[in-house]
């Protein structure tokens, strides 16, 4: 568990998460709440939650549901061959990140963002790839990743947001 706040806004607090099914039902759920959508991470996902930090009357820190969530596919370290192919497995790769509609712009983004960053490459040091949606790629931008070739159009998409990706990469030094 990690404590992290952005300026004037309240603490988050990121937890990697146990994959259960009542954590599936509130990744989805999360999901949905902000795309409309249900989405829901990977069997080989590690699962982070981000919540916003109460003061409970007692002084005990209270956690509501999460207002944010993410998923990323962990680097397999056994693949030691950097591809230009977005499904290698050398690299590690942010699969889903959701914050709820009344919590953006607010930079909880970045820091769900820059936590997995750090746990991911603590243990393993390689890049992390993410097939970003066009409207995302601004936020990505700002912190630190690169554009990898042209943008995808999905003509299967689900939802609108998904329409458009773009892979993107960041080169994290430990």
Do not use: W
């Amino acid at each position: 568990m990690l404590t992290m706040q952005a300026s004037n806004v309240p603490q988050l607090v990121i937890k990697e998460v146990e994959r259960n099914n009542r954590n599936r039902r509130t990744f989805v759920q999360v999901s949905r709440d902000t795309c409309g959508e249900n989405f829901s991470p990977g069997e080989d996902n590690r699962v982070f939650f981000g919540y916003q930090q109460h003061s409970h009357p007692h002084g005990q820190p209270h956690f509501n549901q999460p207002i944010a969530v993410a998923s990323v596919l962990p680097a397999l370290p056994e693949d030691n061959h950097p591809s230009p192919n977005f499904r290698s497995r050398h690299y590690h790769k942010l699969t889903f990140l959701f914050v709820k509609r009344d919590f953006q712009q607010m930079g909880y983004g970045r820091l769900m963002t820059e936590h997995i960053e750090r746990a991911m490459t603590s243990s393993l040091p390689r890049p992390i790839r993410v097939e970003s949606a066009a409207k995302a790629v601004h936020f990505f931008e700002r912190l630190g990743y690169s554009t990898v070739g042209e943008p995808i159009e999905c003509v299967c998409a689900g939802t609108f947001l998904f329409r458009t990706l773009q892979n993107m990469e960041k080169h994290v030094s430990c």
